[in-house]
Each structure stands twice: as C-alpha cells, then as structure tokens.
C-alpha cells in the first residue's frame, strides 16, 4: 500500500475501515474541552461504553441477592471464572480449559514460577531478556533467593548485540543452547514492553523445551495486540494482565495459561486455596487439596466479580470485532505510523525507531528513542493533547490500539511531532 502523510489521505483509509465503529465505543479522555489523542493503550486501555451496564448489572445483583447472587445473579458469582474462558482462550491460542482470569500479573508470574521453578544442584538458572519489566524482575531476583541462590549466578538476561536494540531469535536460541544443562526455566514478555518487540515465541519454545527446560511468557503487551498461539506451540506456561490492550480498567483481574500436557500431572507442585479445589466438594471444606484439572487448578480465591465484569464488556467487545480483522487493522495502522514518522524525521535526525520493522516481530506499539531534548518533545506533545507515555531515560512510547485509534490520529499525531521537533 502507498501511504500519504496527509489528512485527506488518513480520512479516506478511516472511511474504508471495517473496525471504524469501535471507536465510538470507548470513552475518550477530554482536556480543555478537546478530546485527547490517546496512544497509550499499551499502559491503559480505554473504557469501553458497555463497561458501566456490566458492572452495574452486579451491583444491582448484590443489592437485590446478597449472598445469593452466588446462585441468582444474572452471570452467577460461584462460576464466575469459567464466562471468561472461551474469549480469553481464543485470544492466546489455548483450550478453555488451559486459561483462567485470576488475581494480577505479579501474583500469577509467582504462582507459574512455584510450580514451574523448581531448581536443582545442577539445573537452576532462568533465562530472560535484559531489561524486562521491573516487575518482572523482581520475581526472577526474588524467586532465585527463596530458593537460596544468588541471582548473579542464576539469571541470565539477554542482550541485543552492541548498536542494536533488540534481540535476534538466532542468539536467543544460541544461548539456551549454551546454557541448556543448567537452565531450569526460560521466559520473555511476549512482547517485550521497552522496545515493542514481539519474539518469536515457538522458536524459543523448541529450544528450551529441547534444553529440558520449562518455557514460559509473560503476555502483557501481548493479550489483544498479535496473535498468539500458545497451545500450537507448546508453551508450558503463561501470565498476563487485562488492563492494557485488553481494556478491563486498572487493576483488573489478570489471567494464567497452564498447557494441557501437564493439567494431568498431580505431582506438579503448587500453592494453592480453596477456588482451585475441585469444584464438586469445594464446600465440602474437607482436608486435602484435590485441584481442578486444568488451569483451574492454580485459582486460590474466590473471583472478583466486580472488576471481572469490566473484564467481560471488554471480552465482548473483541468478540465483535474479532481478533483477525483488529490484528489486519493493526499491522496497517502502524506501519501507517511508522510511515509518518519516517516523513517527518528525514534521515533519523530527531530519533530512531527501536521497534522492528518487520510486521510479525512487532505489535502495534512503535518506541520512538530520541537523540536530544526528549523529554522536552514529550512534554509538548502533552501539551498539545497527545496521551502518549515517556519511559527514561531516552523513549517515547506511542501505541495506535486498532479498536479506538483511526489513520486520522496518526496523522495528528504526525503533525503535533513534527511541530514538537524543532
Ligand atoms: C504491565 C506489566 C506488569 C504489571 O504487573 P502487575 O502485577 O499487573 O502490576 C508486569 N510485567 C509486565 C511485563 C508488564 O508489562
């Protein structure tokens, strides 16, 4: 396709656009009078209209029911966990029965670890990415220490090469292969949140399940943003959170994916509590833990219905649009993006992409890292009315969501850059 950085021309791609509508189905911050440009989906989703009718509805259930909403409600609270499975199940590549909405990300990547960690003398070390989420950062460090070892000696984190930003798939996979008798566990963000990049999640599968470690991702910035296919490709493992792409608002209730090869094997430790006990005598509150099979299993505590509704309006919405149609979307807007920016930064003067080009290495986040006065561009493209997000010490962070943002932002935002540079 042949882009123009114009606004007649992003007009004319918003009309051809068959996920146009969605966008009127998302409330739209407004500063001083004038609606925002949004691109930081990638941070916070935007508030789907539909969330309040959802949430409200068990908020009518809890006064009308009190505890009997248990059984009466619209969407009754005792089975709450399983109205999620199918959508979340579609958007991770998985069987309903491999995921499950529970607690938040960090909660989740500790629980996957308690059964999927287990060092030995020999076999011990976790192998990531340099510069992962601090979050996920700190439960590598912390999960080493718990078991005693020091995280100098047994994380491995990842670096691009000198004067490159990301990593390639062929080194990634060269250094589980050199590390393969030690490494206990091998796990990336999916989509890696500095720098955008997507890796490419079935190589580096093979090769550590091939080193005889457990492979795990972390999906983020990945749920509702690229394809993924984790059943397929034989993941053992993954944890996300719901309030970014997946729009369920802050703090919403995030989610687990525990392949259905080991759904089978009891003797796989965990933590657990009574909502992963089985469901047929959970009220039994009898002595001894019998999970449920499936990720089910790794639930501990009864599901929050209130912020799990805002995540049912939001599933509901990509019901509708479909993930097919909003990842065809995606690739288009952002290299629309990428076409913009490229236009307005004539032989990287101002800055560089860092992330990949290539379509299928990337989501819809595009991490602009400037040369100078980056913090002073960011903080007039504020000003002029773009939500975007700075992350130090050098990059601007921009994500065009496919569900809410249309060609015409990108120019807008293109020109407000442009304008910001000088
Ligand atoms: C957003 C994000 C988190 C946040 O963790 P919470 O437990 O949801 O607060 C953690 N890890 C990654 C990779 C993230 O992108």
């Not at 911050?29 to 508030?47: A, D, E, H």
């Not at 798939?169 to 720098?195: P, R």
């Not at 309030?243 to 525990?258: D, E």
Request: charged share 20%.
């Amino acid at each position: 396709m042949k882009f123009e950085n114009s606004l007649s021309f992003a007009k004319k791609m918003d009309r051809q656009d068959p996920l146009k509508s969605f966008q009127s189905q998302f409330h739209f911050p407004v500063i001083n009078g004038k609606r925002v440009l949004y691109f930081t989906g990638n941070s916070l989703g935007l508030q789907p209209i539909a969330t309040k009718k959802f949430v409200s509805e068990e908020l009518n259930d809890w006064a009308k029911w009190g505890v009997e909403g248990h059984f009466h409600a619209h969407r009754p609270w005792l089975y709450y966990h399983h109205f999620s499975k199918k959508t979340l199940g579609k958007l991770v590549g998985a069987k309903p029965s491999e995921v499950v909405a529970m607690n938040q990300l960090t909660v989740n990547l500790h629980l996957m670890l308690a059964s999927f960690y287990r060092p030995t003398a020999t076999r011990f070390k976790i192998l990531t990415e340099a510069g992962a989420f601090s979050s996920d950062q700190y439960a590598f460090e912390s999960q080493l220490k718990w078991h005693g070892i020091d995280p100098t000696v047994g994380l491995i984190e990842l670096k691009p090469r000198p004067d490159e930003f990301t990593l390639r798939t062929e080194d990634i996979v060269k250094a589980i292969e050199e590390n393969a008798s030690e490494l206990a566990v091998v796990i990336f963000g999916a989509v890696q949140y500095y720098t955008g990049q997507f890796f490419d999640i079935k190589k580096i599968t093979e090769a550590g399940q091939k080193a005889g470690a457990y492979v795990g991702f972390d999906l983020a910035h990945a749920i509702g943003n690229v394809p993924l296919q984790l059943h397929k490709h034989n993941v053992d493992f993954a944890v996300w959170c719901s309030y970014k792409y997946l729009n369920s608002g802050p703090g919403g209730v995030a989610g687990v994916f525990v392949h259905e090869k080991h759904h089978g094997n009891t003797r796989l430790p965990r933590l657990a509590g009574w909502w992963g006990h089985h469901e047929k005598e959970r009220f039994q509150m009898k002595k001894g833990f019998v999970p449920m099979p499936g990720a089910d299993g790794w639930q501990l505590s009864n599901f929050p219905v209130l912020s799990g509704s805002a995540l049912m309006a939001s599933l509901n919405v990509f019901e509708k649009a479909g993930m097919k149609n909003l990842r065809k979307k995606s690739e288009l807007l952002t290299a629309y993006l990428q076409f913009v920016l490229t236009e307005i930064n004539p032989s990287e003067r101002y800055f560089r992409i860092i992330t990949p080009s290539k379509k299928n290495e990337r989501g819809c986040q595009l991490s602009i890292l400037t040369h100078a006065n980056g913090k002073k561009i960011f903080n007039r493209i504020t000003k002029a009315g773009v939500i975007a997000d700075w992350r130090e010490p050098n990059v601007i962070r921009v994500a065009p969501v496919p569900l809410y943002n249309s060609f015409e932002d990108v120019y807008r935002l293109g020109e407000i850059l442009k304008h910001s540079l000088k």
